[in-house]
């Protein structure tokens, strides 16, 4: 099991920053990605940003000038640092952790409890 822990959060004015972190606990395998998703009210999660534990990041593509993912491997850590912030990123931001072992194919999934973003206009 992995457990996923979320901090960051909070509110903040149109054109500020916050930066997220996600501490991740329990048995990882050696073969895992770290992420973000965000969920805004009567829509669906959608993907923000995830990284492979060699570096390997992919963004939404409306996102990618604007935020930015990094990873600390030793502490098993994401973050998530986001700048120029608008009204439209106001939403549950939620950490995902993905993990297999070596030899199976079998992807596990993890979800952390989420934090709350505002961003005020």
């Known amino acids: 099991q992995v457990q996923l822990v979320e901090s960051g959060g909070g509110l903040v004015q149109a054109g500020g920053s916050l930066r997220l972190s996600c501490a991740a606990s329990g048995t990882i395998f050696s073969i895992n990605v770290l992420g973000w998703y965000r969920q805004a009210p009567g829509k669906q999660r959608e993907l923000v940003a995830t990284?492979?534990?060699?570096?390997?990041?992919n963004y939404a593509d409306s996102l990618k000038d604007r935020f930015t993912i990094s990873r600390d491997n030793a502490k098993n850590t994401t973050y998530l640092q986001m700048n120029s912030l608008k009204p439209e990123d106001t939403a549950v931001y939620y950490c995902?952790?993905?993990?297999?072992?070596?030899?199976?194919?079998?992807?596990?999934?993890?979800w952390g409890q989420g934090t709350q973003v505002t961003v005020s206009s």
């Open positions: 990284m492979t534990g060699g570096g390997s990041a």
């Open positions: 995902n952790a993905r993990h297999r072992f070596p030899t199976d194919s079998t992807w596990y999934d993890y």
